[in-house]
């Protein structure tokens, strides 16, 4: 089993930046792909960014790329989002998600553990 936990959001202004944590226990040495998805109220799911097991290779989704970055740092089991620019539609849970298997996939159904997400709210 392996358990993920976030940190990080709260409420912010539009424009300001922040950084999300995701600390994982458990059997952390399954752990492949790492990612970041966020669900806004009345929507579905979707994803925001994903990183591979040794950090090299990222994947963002198109409405993230210039303002998300994702990085890991193994040694201490956690995988970071950095948001820069927040919009008012950055308003969401942001959920970490960790996957037994490679292949840094952009759907829910490629990652077998889920944290309880940390909200971000961006005024305008």
């Known amino acids: 089993q392996v358990q993920l936990v976030e940190s990080g959001g709260g409420l912010v202004q539009s424009g300001d930046s922040l950084r999300l944590s995701c600390v994982a226990s458990g059997r952390t040495f399954s752990i492949y792909d790492m990612a970041w998805f966020r669900q806004a109220p009345g929507k579905e799911r979707e994803f925001v960014a994903a990183?591979?097991?040794?950090?090299?290779?990222?994947n963002y989704a198109d409405s993230g790329k210039g303002r998300f970055t994702i990085s890991r740092d193994n040694a201490k089991n956690t995988v970071y989002l950095e948001i820069h620019s927040l919009k008012p539609e950055d308003t969401a849970l942001y959920y970490c998600a960790a996957a037994l298997y490679p292949g840094a996939t952009d759907t829910p159904d490629g990652y077998n553990y889920w944290g309880h997400g940390t909200q971000v709210t961006v005024s305008s």
């Open positions: 990183i591979s097991r040794s950090g090299s290779s990222t």
